[in-house]
C-alpha cells in the first residue's frame, strides 16, 4: 500500500460520514473543502492534520470529536463512490464544484460561533455557491 491510498481512504471515511442527506453530492463537498485548505496551505498542506481537525473548523457547540463509522469497500455502494471521489480529490481529477471555498456548513443549522466568524463576516468570506443544503464560504 502507498502512503497516497492510506490518505485517500482516510478522505473517503471523512467525507461518508457527513450528512447523508444530500448524498454523494455533500460527500464531495466535503472532500473538495479539505482539498481547498490543503492547496491555501492550511495545516502546512497536510491532508492527514486536515482531516483530522475537519469538524473543528465548523466551530461546534459540542467540542467532543465524532466517532468515524467505516465504510465497508467490498459491500457499501456509497463508501466504494466515496473511494473513488476522494481518489479524483487527492490526485486533482475531480472538479471543484465549490468555487474553492474554505468553509462551509448548513445555515439553518450552524453554530453561532459559525455564523459569526464566518456567515456574518462577508468582506472576509463571502459565500461563493450553495451545493445541496450547503452553503459555501471563500
Request: proline share 2%.
Amino acid at each position: 500500500m502507498l502512503a497516497s491510498d492510506y490518505v485517500v481512504s482516510q478522505l473517503a471515511t471523512l467525507m461518508y460520514n457527513e450528512s447523508h442527506e444530500d448524498v454523494l453530492l455533500g460527500m464531495t463537498l466535503c472532500g473538495l473543502i479539505v482539498r481547498n485548505r490543503m492547496v491555501a496551505g492550511w495545516e502546512d498542506g497536510s491532508w492527514l492534520r486536515l482531516i483530522q481537525k475537519h469538524d473543528s473548523f465548523h466551530f461546534p457547540e459540542d467540542k467532543t470529536p465524532r466517532a468515524l463509522k467505516l465504510g465497508d469497500p467490498h459491500h457499501d455502494q456509497l463508501f466504494k463512490r466515496c473511494l473513488a471521489v476522494a481518489e479524483n480529490i487527492y490526485n486533482g481529477r475531480e472538479r471543484d464544484i465549490t468555487e474553492g471555498a474554505k468553509w462551509y456548513g448548513r445555515l439553518n443549522s450552524c453554530s453561532e460561533e459559525f455564523k459569526e466568524k464566518i456567515v456574518r463576516r462577508m468582506g472576509d468570506h463571502a459565500m461563493i455557491a450553495t451545493i445541496g443544503r450547503n452553503s459555501c464560504f471563500l
